[in-house]
Nanobody
Framework: QVQLVESGGGLVQPGGSLRLSCAAS????????MAWYRQAPGLQRELVAA???????NYVTSVKGRFTISRDNAKNTVYLQMNSLKPEDTAVYYC???????????????WGQGTQVTVSS
């Protein structure tokens, strides 16, 4: 059994910063990709940033230069540092991991429960 637990969401004023964390736990052999998605009301869930176990990262255009994704592979944890936040960043942020569990041969996808980020004055 694998769990992803997110933390760090909240209310912040425009221009402020937040740091999200997502820790994976359970019967994990390796984690290929860890990523952050977000979903605003009435919109589809979108990829915000992703990081591979090889160190590659990618970002949606709207957050480039403002958000930074990083991983602590020893802790099976991914972070999202969000700076210069804008009201349009308001959404529920979800953590996703593509990982290989112990005793399995193919990777599976796991999601966290989501954490609310609200940017408002």
């Amino acid at each position: 059994q694998v769990q992803l637990v997110e933390s760090g969401g909240g209310l912040v004023q425009p221009g402020g910063s937040l740091r999200l964390s997502c820790a994976a736990s359970g019967s994990i052999f390796s984690i290929n990709i860890m990523a952050w998605y977000r979903q605003a009301p009435g919109l589809q869930r979108e990829l915000v940033a992703a990081a591979t176990n090889g160190g590659s990262t990618n970002y949606v255009t709207s957050v480039k230069g403002r958000f930074t994704i990083s991983r602590d592979n020893a802790k099976n944890t991914v972070y999202l540092q969000m700076n210069s936040l804008k009201p349009e960043d308001t959404a529920v942020y979800y953590c996703k991991a593509v990982l290989l569990s112990l005793g399995t041969k193919s990777p599976n996808v796991y999601w966290g429960q989501g954490t609310q980020v609200t940017v408002s004055s």
